[in-house]
């Protein structure tokens, strides 16, 4: 061997180098399971109907790219109309989203200052006062 480094010296080398280094999951924080999910966007809303047809239709495939390429050519050919429902649907999702975000975000703060002493029913009651809340509000707003 000359003038090169054989296998064992290598090791040795990376072993004195060597930097533990934090994986992805460990850098990230631990996620709280009661976090509200992000609402789906339109297009997410629509594969769930496509899905289901093209299943449907193609019994035999079990592939998911198949399906999502399916799912995505034939989203790009549908006009704003035929999309419409489906934006609506996603808007609504999105909007019981931000009340379930501020609700969970104002259990936080309260729990950071005080220890919240309520219980799930009790914050559960909350929420559903604010869905009646705001579907009186609409109610006015129609008339």
């Known amino acids: 061997m000359k003038g090169g480094k054989s296998k064992s010296d290598s090791r040795k080398a990376d072993t004195r180098l060597a930097v533990k280094k934090q994986t992805k999951k460990e850098k990230q924080a631990a996620k709280d399971p009661n976090k509200p999910k992000r609402a ?36 790009k050919s549908m006009s704003i109309q035929d999309k419409a429902p489906f934006v609506a649907i996603a808007e609504q999702r999105k909007e019981e989203y931000e009340r379930k975000m501020k609700a ?29 809340q705001d579907v009186s509000e609409e109610e006015e707003d129609d008339d």
């Open 40 to 75: 789906a966007s339109a297009f997410f809303v629509f594969m769930e109907d496509f899905r289901k047809q093209y299943k449907e239709k193609h019994p035999g495939n079990k592939s998911v790219a198949a399906v999502g390429k399916a799912g995505g050519d034939e989203w």
């Open 104 to 132: 969970y975000n104002k259990k936080l703060a309260g729990q950071q200052d005080n220890g919240s002493d309520k219980s799930k029913s009790e914050d559960n009651d909350e929420e559903e006062e604010e869905r009646s």
